[in-house]
């Protein structure tokens, strides 16, 4: 009788320790430089990817990613084809709504990125009137720019992936494109067709639809997740690691956030 309820014993253990988290699926967009792309060999590049490998580290987790469009990525979430959003996706009050996030790991201001003799003086909407601007489909650029501009005669065109938004400017379809700063200069500014091409204007302001920071986005309620990556994330900020890798992806911006 010892002998068969210490084995039923061993077994409720096993079964209680296959419950234990030992791997993350991250959800991502891959057509976003520098936060993630794939390369010539094909494979998942950038800050966000360095990141996550990083904060799965730190929490001991073996980590994958499952792509799919940006405007795709809660619903995914929601429908646990993946763990958690790694796709340099901000923390708003309207996602929330829908979906929870760790806490802020760093923050990107957003710009609009034009031909440089287009006459675009700044970004305010009565500059930008009867322009055409282009962001990427489900992004809070794409808030900002209907909320602010759209109402006030400017043309908001939204694309699937921040590719197709670049060759819409090159071809004259659109007049400027609404992005994250480090992704204007390394997905489009720093190559050879963006030559002609700068930051028109201040990046844009607006806490309340661009957020307090990037951060993980996670289940509604799952507190296991949330405890134990906001941990991993205060370590790799402790140990200098997102300096590094914003030094390395992002030179000469300060991506800090207050940890929370």
């Not at 480090?182 to 639809?209: E, H, N, R, Y």
């Amino acid at each position: 009788m010892k002998v068969k309820a210490l084995l039923l014993g061993m077994g409720m253990l096993c079964s209680l320790s296959s419950f234990a988290a030992t791997e993350l699926r991250y959800g991502l967009e891959a057509e976003y430089p520098p936060f993630e792309s794939r390369n010539a060999s094909g494979e998942l590049e950038g800050f966000d990817i360095d990141l996550g490998k990083a904060i799965c580290a730190a929490a001991e987790l073996k980590c994958s990613w499952v792509e799919t469009s940006f405007d795709g990525l809660i619903p995914g979430l929601v429908a646990k084809k993946f763990d958690a959003i790694n796709s340099a996706m901000n923390i708003t009050d309207q996602r929330r709504q829908s979906i929870d996030f760790t806490q802020p790991i760093y923050r990107i201001p957003s710009q609009l990125v034009g031909k440089a003799d287009s006459g675009m003086a700044d970004n305010s909407a009565e500059a930008l009137k009867g322009k055409t601007i282009g962001v990427l489909q489900g992004s809070i650029q794409e808030t900002y720019a209907k909320e602010h501009w759209e109402k006030h005669g400017v043309t908001v065109v939204s694309y699937k992936d921040q590719n197709m938004a670049w060759a819409d400017l090159l071809n004259g379809r659109i007049d400027a494109s609404l992005v994250m700063s480090a992704a204007g200069q390394a997905g489009f500014l720093s190559k050879p067709q963006g030559k002609g091409f700068g930051f028109i204007g201040k990046p844009v302001a607006d806490d309340t639809i661009l957020g307090s920071g990037i951060g993980f986005g996670l289940r509604k309620g799952d507190e296991a997740t949330k405890k134990q990556l906001d941990a991993a994330i205060d370590k790799v900020r402790a140990d200098g690691t997102i300096t590094k890798l914003a030094a390395k992806y992002f030179p000469g911006i300060d991506v800090s956030v207050s940890a929370q």
